[in-house]
């Protein structure tokens, strides 16, 4: 009994003495630290600290619980190109949220710090997360002393939605409420004053010229070109490349320096492919109104003849190509249905 | 006006072109219902779908208990235990209209069911749409162009993919309607008549009853009333044409349970009312303007025309003060997904999820109105050559469908008819302009032929034109004032000219000769296109399959086979529970309650019979007990190869029960990410209710359990049910239906172990040696 209680009396006053020294020196270092971060947050305009490896490991050094949580963004600079990533919107809306929050709690002892972390200069403290995937946003809570299981990953769906549903996200798992989100009008209120000003004066006039009928408005080949134009962008299926974000090429998955710009398969389209396709669809429908409005009024034989012929040729040339992609993309073998004798 | 000098031969050649016309239209009647029957050809006369059951029971009903029952009609067999009020939550349109048509068949003593009224609904309508757009076009640009519009909707594929027989949807009599409310406003336009106005409001109100879309034609025409007064081309006509239609229209809108106040709460149907005053403040302007005299009226202008600023605006800042204290603005999420096309995908994941309300691709245009896109465009610029009310509302049609079918494939519906007008429009041009030329120039070859020929035919064109004027004339002379008939006569003198220049304006002989081959052969290649889309296409009926392989043709009937059983074999008030895919035809077919269906409307409801298909079996028993369920009903392809099954469905489950109970998480059913279900699959998945009831003795059918969706071995393939017992499983296997196990039952089981584990294997070993499937 002597014997094994020695130890562990030992012990004991060894946890004492350890507990004490942190409860001692955690309030200096972590005060420092965060007095230190709170610098660093005013000296950004949006509140996002840049983090480094030698920053991080002074957080971490801190003993747990640390006094306040830490989101982090995973950045890289050579990322930035890439669309589908759309890493730059998302770090701006991750700078939304630190101002916002910043704005909302104008605390002298900030519970909430928002990183930003570049790949490049920092690709151990990468490391030390795990991160292997962009985009990335993680959530080291107080407690977290091991950095891979004990942070919080955001997920795929809280970054969908923007500024808000990051906010949404701390909301839920720091209980410190973010606030609403300032967003930034996109004129400031001096030009919409302006704006409007010109707007006002402006109106009258128009309204006089209107009446007279002499604006743009009045001309109605303006109206053809806009209604064409209008046709054009939605036959191409922009929207779709709007909605989706899509490129206007992309690189062949196996050979990276050929391009492409054709997609085969129906449920997705490229940009330029989008267009070309529109432009032979508009094509064939302008040049038969040419054809039937503009050049029966021309007197000269040869002249008609030779735009004929090469209007037929286009035309002929477009509903062929468009036949023949079409088939080609969605893969169906349109046939007729004739009499079983004719074959 | 003057009668002709040869009022013979012309009067005779008009009796001759109207008989042809309705034979012409007859025979387009015809195609646009014949077309449209494939899927009875092929398949058999079945009600298709999922929705279209919804309509055929509702239709049932209302012929069985009568309007007035219909209005009230509590639907206590579905959503148990919340029940649905169906009287004032479906558009009753489509529903009124078969229901009528049957009584007039039944009391003309023509015993037809009410499954195979509701089956030829929609062939019947678009055989009406098609004439409702011959009417239409023939308004903007003419008898001949109305002709080729209505032979080309008759059998453009946008509109047969809604309109197959037995696709008994809303959409199939809302096309109908949406064509003939455009008509009935342009002829008011054209004509000035009240009596046109009227029959308007009443084809408003038949598409306010038939489909949620009508907010489509409440806030077109107010665009065009606008664009109308901006280019100052207001007339009292317009007046006619639209006043009527707002007032009586609201009014009747206001009539649909299901639209009822939304008539004139919601931002939809505002841009109607601002106009509304707008053309008010105009007419007023217009109205003083003629009483007065030019300085009084410039005195006048400012008065009116301030005091009109201020009562607008006034009524603006309550319209705005209105809109801005709700919080969508008023619009409803769809609405606003189409005026910004990236709100949906931000904001609203459940509009942006559904596969009808994405983006269409170019190929879905050239799959949709094929060859007509590039007619369109040819048809545009005639519509503004000259551009008259007519046809700039054409033209704004087509400009707004086509930017809205941008935004979502499923509005493609509502282009298509703009696109077949705009093509019948340029290909009658076409037509006009190239076998003129080969006329003259044909006839021209011998000299005196030529002189004769022209002579009769300036006569002809004369006689045409005189014609057209007087028929007008008379049109005109009921409805309007003396005094608009010189600004008529000047305008109307112009055709007569043109049409003499026009004899010279030709084309060569050859190349018009080739055009006109290129334009036939255009035309042959759209109609293969469209017989190919309607039999291959959009003609299969979802509810019967069918495959074709090299030993002959397979039909699988399971679905009917399980609703049936369930009919014949259970009791009248037990509850089947499904996913919410099957609740319609669950209750159509089988006519039993379920606890959810395709009505969406209750996501906590949805989310819990997720829950329950995501949970282990006790958790699972446990919320199907607690809501009454009897029986539960999977779906399964994995024998056959049937790729839309629940277990492919099974992740929106997960998702959707995970929204609203946090205990089920998406990650626990994925490894890595990655949704499976063989070997690798996490211990979650191969132990959730819906992997049980899809895979349950599946292995027995070939000895590996391999699945010819996923194309894999299961996961767990030996494993009994502890609180469910298979009680029927159909032929392919594609509907498995499991019963609750009675608690009860559950206790003895275990003092019995012995004796119900002996009688079951012998069971499974007898139905395994004598066949895959015991129930067969």
Known sequence: MAISSTPTAAALLLITILFLLTTHGTPLSSDTIVSELSSLRSQSSTGVIHLTDSLLRRILSLPTPRPFHSLIFFDAHQLHSKPELSLPALKSEFSLVSSSFQSNNPNENPQLFFFDIEFQESQASFALFGVNSLPHIRLIPPTASDLKSDSIQMDASD?????????????????????????????????????????????PFFVKKLISGNTIFNDKNIWMAGAIFVYFFSVSGAMFNI??????????????SKLVFFYQGSGMQLGAEGFSIGFLYTIVGLLLAFVTHVLVRVKNRTAQRLVMIFVLFVSFWAVKKVVFLDNWKTGYGIHGYWPSSWQ | MAPPETPQPTTLRHAFGNVLSVFVLLLIGVFAFSIRLFSVIKYESVIHEFDPYFNYRVTQYLTKSGVYDFWNWFDDRTWYPLGRVIGGTVYPGLTLTAGTLWRILNSLNIPLSVETVCVFTAPIFSAFASWATYLLTKEVKGAGAGLTAAALLAMVPSYISRSVAGSYDNEAVAIFALILTFYLYIKTLNTGSLFYATLNAMAYFYMVCSWGGYTFIINLIPMHVLLCIVTGRYSPRLYIAYAPLVVLGTLLAALVPVVGFNAVMTSEHFASFLVFIIIHVVALVYY?????????????????????LIVCGAVLAVLIALVASSPTKGWSG???????????????????????????????????????????????????????DASSFAVLYIVTSVYFSGVMVRLMLVLAPAACIMSGIALSEAFDVFTRSIKFQLLGSTENLQVNNAGESTNVAQNDVVKTEKNEDSQKERSSRKSKKKEKESTERVPLVSRIEQKLLVLPLETSLIAVFLLVLLGAFYVVHCVWAAAEAYSAPSIVLTSRS??????????????????????????????????YQTTAMANRTVIVDNNTWNNTHIATVGTAMSSPE?????????????????????????????????????????????????????RDGQYRIDSQATPTMLNCLMYKLSYYRFVETDGKGFDRVRHTEIGKKYFKLTHFEEVFTTHHWMVRIYKLKSPRNRIRGKTKKSKSKASSTTSSKRSGTRKKNPWH
Not at chain 2, 564 to 574: A, G, K
């Open chain 2, 618 to 670: 006790k958790a699972a028993w446990d919320i199907f007990n607690s809501l009454d369920v009897k029986y539960v009903l999977v779906v399964f392809g994995g024998l056959v190869g049937y790729p839309s099954d629940d277990i492919n469905k099974f992740l929106w489950m997960v998702r959707i029960g995970g929204g609203v109970f946090p205990h089920i998480k998406e990650p626990d059913y994925l």
């Open chain 2, 288 to 308: 003083i303007k003629g009483i007065l005299t030019p300085q009084m009226f410039k005195v006048a202008v400012t008065l009116v025309v301030s005091v009109g």
């Open chain 1, 159 to 203: 970054l969908s939605r923007m500024a808000e549903s990051m906010a949404e996200f701390i909301e839920s798992r720091t209980k410190l409420s973010v606030g609403p989100i300032n967003r930034p009008p996109i004129i400031s209120k001096k030009q919409i004053m302006f704006i409007v000003a010109v707007v006002l004066i402006w109106t």
């Open chain 2, 334 to 388: 769809r609405s606003l997904s189409l005026l910004d096309p990236t709100y949906a995908s931000k904001y609203i994941p459940i509009i942006a999820s559904v596969s009808e309300h994405q983006p269409p691709t170019w190929p879905s245009y050239f799959m949709d109105i094929n060859v007509l896109a590039f007619l369109v465009p040819a048809g545009i610029i005639a519509c503004f050559l000259p551009l008259s």
């Open chain 1, 243 to 256: 909605i989706r974000k899509m490129p206007m090429f992309m690189a062949d998955r196996q050979d990276p």
């Open chain 2, 550 to 583: 090299h030993d002959g043709l397979h039909v699988f009937d399971d679905f009917r086979e399980a609703y049936s059983w369930l009919s014949h074999n259970t009791e009248v008030d037990d509850k089947v529970a499904s996913w919410w895919d099957y609740g």
